[in-house]
């Protein structure tokens, strides 16, 4: 197993989820279980051993957590594990915060996870009927 340094040095500039725009100054990455959609070390799904994601759920019905379970890296398919939390958005984030932090697993990818979450949840809202606007009489 190599360690996600030289990992992240060998794939950094080219891999198959990069993308690369003429004016953007940072690169952004369309990797699975990657928070903020950029191409840097510390957000990268693909090179740590833990990494996490947040999606929104299938039924869109709150958000699946998808994380790396670190004692079967070595075989990727065994190493995924998601769940599913759909108790509602207040709920929902607090146990993902409580998920993150308390096992001690990439805390410093917490806050980043929960503006994720908050996000997904905030799509599956349904939007606010406009009112139709009285015409004026003469």
Known sequence: MMSSHLT?????????????KRNIKKPF?????????L?????????????VGVVAAPDNKGFTVVYK???SSYKPAKSVV???MKAGPRRSLYK????LRANKY??????????????????QKPLPI?????KKSD
């Open 8 to 20: 992240w040095m060998i794939i950094r500039n080219n891999n198959a989820y990069l993308l690369k």
């Open 29 to 37: 990455s369309t990797e699975p279980n990657n928070l903020n959609n």
């Open 39 to 51: 191409s840097s070390y510390r957000y990268s799904g693909l090179i740590h051993k833990k990494s």
């Open 69 to 71: 379970k670190s004692r």
């Open 82 to 84: 998601k769940r599913t």
């Open 96 to 99: 993902l915060k409580r998920l």
């Open 106 to 123: 990439r805390t410093d990818l917490t806050k980043a996870a929960l503006r994720r979450a908050s996000a997904v949840l905030k799509s």
């Open 130 to 134: 406009k009112k139709a606007r009285a």
